[in-house]
């Protein structure tokens, strides 16, 4: 066993502990806090806060390759567009530079304090990569399908793919791209999916962008082109005249396994569907302003009780992967919400929101020894402030797990 002390311990289940103290032993927690006040520490981590490692809870590691290729817009479908065009220039399966561009993004990951990942993955390179480099998390193999077609096929397929892939610490599961691009009838088959595998648990992107929402309500906009123009429209569908929120609560796809990623264009009424729903919001604000999406009401989302966890979306839409710097914009969006909130979102939320709050999210005696110590300048008073003002990769370490 390996007792280490910090200058503080942020378990997120209450106040940070000045001089705080956790044993780790075979890769996990065994003791945190006042049951080590008679114990010598084996380290001192002097001017460090030890806190859980961060769960990003939608990346698209996939994509790394296309980082700095696809520029910020002002307009989402348009950005969108340009990803796309990007997409068909590679053969994502096999080209080299697509698995090394994940790799070293894993490894970024790794850097900036991140111990758990969600990951959307239309090719599933990621699961195996994840598993080798010692990432715990979810995969979410995502489907598209608009258009006629056994979407009940369609998705016994992916969960046959998304089976052979998955290991204790790295699951797969099945997952919907968004209202846009996916049938009533592949989310109905999602949904079914999902009840027979209770453990599963899913994603869906949903009011990102005003295309959406136009889309929803009077079927048409850039995203009806879309369709058209790729070959793909339904003639038989039509638009809800609704809100994306509302559509989906309405096909019975929320509650407390799916993931709602963005969310950026929402009102009251939705939130508290979501709400009601026991679905998690996850916000990724640095990707929403870089695609044209605009930026989320971070503060609303709190202000309704929604369960909220962050993602860093892709290198595509997004400057870096660090975890710490996404907070640091939600911070700036929203100056009120407490920073524990905000801490205790990129913790056991974002843990609990992918099914694995069971081994992460917080320094709990059981839980996987993930603990990070991250570097706090002396005179700091208030470390759960200075944690959500962004914090450099070279301020970070990970905590032994042996001992």
């Known amino acids: 066993m390996t007792v280490v002390e910090g200058a503080w311990l942020l378990t997120m289940a209450g106040e ?20 080590l006040a008679d114990r010598e520490p084996d380290l001192r981590l002097d001017g460090m ?29 348009s950005w969108v567009a340009q990803l796309m065009a990007a997409r068909r220039a590679v053969d994502e399966l096999a080209a080299p530079e697509v698995s090394r561009a994940a790799e070293r993004a ?9 111990a758990v990942v969600g990951d959307v993955s239309n090719t599933l390179i990621t699961p195996p990569l994840l598993q080798s480099h010692g990432l715990a998390g979810v995969v979410f193999h995502e489907l598209l399908g608009f258009g ?47 009840g027979a595998h209770p453990g599963a648990v899913s994603t869906v992107h949903v009011a990102e962008g005003p295309e959406e929402c136009e889309f929803l309500r009077t079927g048409e906009g ?12 339904n003639p038989e569908w039509e638009p809800p005249r609704t809100s994306p929120i509302a559509y989906l609560d309405d096909l019975g796809l929320f509650d407390g396994r799916v993931l709602a990623v963005h969310g950026v264009h929402v009102d009251g009424p939705d939130l508290a569907r979501l709400r009601a729903s026991g679905t998690t919001l996850a916000a990724c ?41 996404e907070l640091a914009q939600a911070r700036r969006l929203a100056p009120r919400v407490p920073a524990r909130w905000l801490l205790e979102s990129a913790t056991q939320v974002g843990a609990d929101a ?19 110590a991250v570097r706090v300048p002396e005179g700091v008073t208030d470390p759960e402030e200075y944690l959500v003002s962004g914090i450099d990769p070279s301020a970070i370490s990970w905590v032994p797990v042996h001992g």
């Open 16 to 35: 940070p502990v000045r001089g705080g103290r956790v044993a780790v032993a075979d890769g996990r927690i065994v003791a945190v806090g006042e049951a």
């Open 49 to 77: 806060a030890l806190l859980p490692g961060l769960v990003n809870v939608h990346t698209h590691l996939e994509l790394s390759y296309l980082a700095g290729a696809v520029p910020p817009s002002d307009s989402f479908a």
């Open 106 to 114: 894993i490894g970024a990951l790794r850097a900036s304090g991140t």
């Open 148 to 194: 006629p077609g056994d979407r009940v096929a369609q998705v016994r397929d992916a969960r046959a793919r998304a089976e052979a892939l998955a290991t204790d610490t790295v699951r797969v599961s099945v997952a919907a791209h968004a209202p846009y691009s996916v049938s009533p009838a592949l989310f109905a088959a999602i949904r079914e999916d999902l």
């Open 222 to 233: 850039p995203w009806r082109e879309t369709l058209h123009a790729l070959g793909v429209w």
């Open 285 to 325: 604000p640095r990707s929403n302003r870089w695609v044209g999406a605009g930026s989320p009401p971070i503060d609303a989302f709190y202000a309704s009780h929604v369960p909220v966890a962050f993602g860093t979306d892709s290198l595509a839409s997004a400057p870096d992967l660090n975890l710490f710097s």
């Open 354 to 372: 992918l099914g694995l709050g069971g081994m992460f999210g917080s320094l709990d005696v059981g839980k996987q020894a993930a603990v990070l």
